[in-house]
């Protein structure tokens, strides 16, 4: 059975920065998308990034490029979202997905696998 589990999150001041981690495990992963969403109280979830299995493929929603960075480290079977210049409305639980035979996808319907999520938190 596939396994995601987030860690990381926390409560840093607006500009600050955090990294969250998301272990994978119960499967070979290299034929998987992995992503990043996002939800904040009483709005939907929403796509923040995605990166192939390989790392060689990557993309972001418009509000976090240039101020996330996606990675995946295969030995460890984890990926990351590096958060850099938080912002208040960065606050949401974070949380990992996997999708089956893709290589990057940004639809939350497009997932298979979900963590249970992380609580970022930004102050202003």
């Known amino acids: 059975q596939v396994q995601l589990v987030e860690s990381g999150g926390g409560l840093v001041q607006a500009g600050g920065s955090l990294r969250l981690s998301c272990a994978a495990s119960g499967r070979t992963f290299s034929s998987y998308a992995m992503g990043w969403f996002r939800q904040a109280p009483g709005k939907e979830r929403e796509f923040v990034a995605t990166i192939s299995w390989s790392g060689g493929s990557t993309y972001y929603t418009d509000s976090v490029k240039g101020r996330f960075t996606i990675s995946v480290d295969n030995a460890k079977n984890t990926v990351y979202l590096q958060m850099n210049s938080l912002k208040p409305e960065d606050t949401a639980v974070y949380y990992c997905?996997?999708?089956?035979?893709?290589?990057?996808?940004?639809?939350?319907?497009?997932?298979?696998?979900w963590g249970q999520g992380t609580q970022v938190t930004v102050s202003s």
């Open positions: 997905a996997a999708a089956r035979h893709a290589i990057v996808r940004t639809q939350r319907y497009e997932y298979d696998y």
